[in-house]
């Protein structure tokens, strides 16, 4: 494994490696629990100092061709290409995800959607130039934002790191970003690639804990604060902005149900169903969480459904070839056990429901039957390998059933009928439905939830659109 992470890793400010004078956090293997180096916990007087940086960068940046940061990021996409392994040896010792996969997965994933948005930066589209009053030509101009405070995940820390830096810098935008206290180490080495690429000050990276991020979204200087995190999070985000208007941009958690109907390939269903629920650990806003599926074949649903996690579904560690990996940090393994802890006497642990071992934060997949819909299960978002099952009865019921929690990011349905799947895609309410599939992703389609989930788009030409305004220019034909 790649041995690069310094002992205390720095801050990435005005394109420099920049030590801080706050105090020092440990960063812990979460699959053997172990201190490997050391963050800081970045103080008010870095994050002023990164911030003046990114303004001082920001007329520049903005007025650049739309070619000239088009080519910037298609060479950073291209010296993240050249890192791969180096990326990848990081990112699963900060998340203890399997490091086999981890190109396929999520490295080569986050070189694509760099290339996106960088043909994205020639994409500045407004209403033709007209004559909508007599006597003046009216036309519109799409703008950047302005200096950008962004604040990414443990969960996905390059991929959520490039969904957010991508669509702002190919718009114009300069960024201070902070990614989460226990994931830093692709962030910091990717701000040392784009330092190489991009001008001084365009992109900076202040590390730090729950206390820095309050210090990024409270600052008077964004014109707009973008996270992707909790629920919790992203109300303490959208309360400070609100303060002095800021545009906030919020991709925040998820409860996905997966509806499965009784003319549904039980077989497909199952697996791919499995997958999207233990990918990652279930540490992901999309994954799915919970099963609704038509009472006359429940049972053989379940039954089909515990035997693919048993055959083909482990956690373990990253080189051990396992499915998935361990829970992030010890806080996220107390609270997933402590959802299976608590379940109500009616609810039946059909597989898993326990931590794995005594060293790493690794939790079994469990799958769990008899839940009703007001159970804290069902309702409040585990982030973790727990998928729970219901049945339904008439295609209403399935639709209340779905749609019947305070999340809407993401959701599937599973049956045969185009008709059946048509109707389901338009009633249930979350910004992503999958038909006969759950969990894929591509860089040109919009990701982003409603309700609890949030608001504004990851991905796609809209999520480039977020990070932009609009001005109207009238100029007299006289």
């Not at 002023?48 to 910037?72: C, E, G, K, M």
């Not at 730090?208 to 979204?217: H, I, K, M, V």
């Not at 059946?420 to 009633?427: E, G, N």
């Amino acid at each position: 494994m790649t041995n690069i992470v310094p002992d205390i890793l720095p801050n990435i400010i005005d394109g420099v490696a920049v030590a801080s004078a706050g105090p020092v956090l440990d960063l812990v293997d979460p699959a053997t629990e172990q201190v490997y180096g050391h963050a800081p916990i970045s103080t008010a007087e870095d994050v002023d100092a990164a911030f003046a940086a990114a303004s001082r960068a920001f007329p520049a940046w903005r007025d650049a061709t739309p070619a000239t940061r088009q080519l910037a990021l298609f060479r950073l996409a291209d010296a993240l290409a050249d890192h791969a392994d180096e990326f990848a040896d990081l990112e699963s010792r900060d998340t203890g995800k399997p490091r086999a996969t981890l190109v396929a997965d999520e490295i080569d994933q986050s070189v694509d959607q760099l290339r996106f948005f960088a043909g994205a930066a020639r994409e500045l589209n407004g209403r033709a130039a007209a004559e909508y009053a007599e006597g003046f030509t009216s036309y519109v101009r799409r703008e950047p934002v302005g200096v950008v405070a962004q604040v990414t995940p443990w969960n996905y820390p390059l991929n959520m790191a490039i969904w957010k830096i991508g669509p702002a810098l190919a718009a114009g935008n300069t960024i201070v970003l902070k990614p989460s206290e226990t994931t830093p180490s692709t962030t910091v080495r990717l701000a040392e690639l784009a330092a190489e690429i991009l001008p001084a000050g365009v992109f900076n990276v202040v590390l730090g804990d729950r206390s820095t991020g309050a210090l990024l979204t409270e600052h008077p200087t964004p014109a707009m604060v973008a996270i992707t995190g909790s629920v919790r999070a992203g109300m303490a985000v959208a309360s400070a902005a609100a303060t002095r208007l800021k545009r906030v941009h919020l991709e925040l958690g998820g409860k996905a149900p997966a509806v499965v109907f009784d003319d549904a390939d039980l077989v497909r269903a199952a697996a791919g169903i499995a997958q999207a629920a233990y990918f990652n650990a279930g540490q992901d806003c999309t994954a799915a969480t919970r099963v609704i599926v038509h009472a006359s074949v429940h049972d053989a649903f379940v039954r089909e459904l515990v035997g693919y996690v048993q055959a083909n579904v482990q956690t373990g560690a990253p080189d051990s070839g396992a499915f998935f990996g361990p829970l992030n940090n010890a806080g996220q393994l107390e609270r997933v056990t402590g959802f299976v802890d608590r379940l109500p006497a009616h609810a039946r642990v059909e597989i898993g429901g326990h931590r794995q071992g005594e060293t790493g934060y690794f939790f079994e997949p469990t799958v769990v039957t008899g839940v009703r819909q007001d159970d804290e299960i069902v309702q409040s978002e585990v982030f973790g390998p727990v998928l729970t099952v219901q049945p339904f009865e008439t295609e209403e019921d399935a639709v209340a059933l779905a749609n019947g929690v305070p999340y809407a990011l993401a959701a599937s349905t599973w049956t045969t009928d185009h008709a059946t799947a048509m109707r389901m895609s338009r009633a249930l309410d979350f910004g992503c439905v999958w038909i006969n599939a759950h969990i894929p992703f591509v860089s040109d389609m919009p990701h982003g939830g409603f309700k609890q989930s949030g608001y504004g788009k990851d991905l796609s030409i809209y999520g480039f659109e977020d990070y932009t305004r609009l001005k109207h220019v009238m100029s007299s034909l006289d």
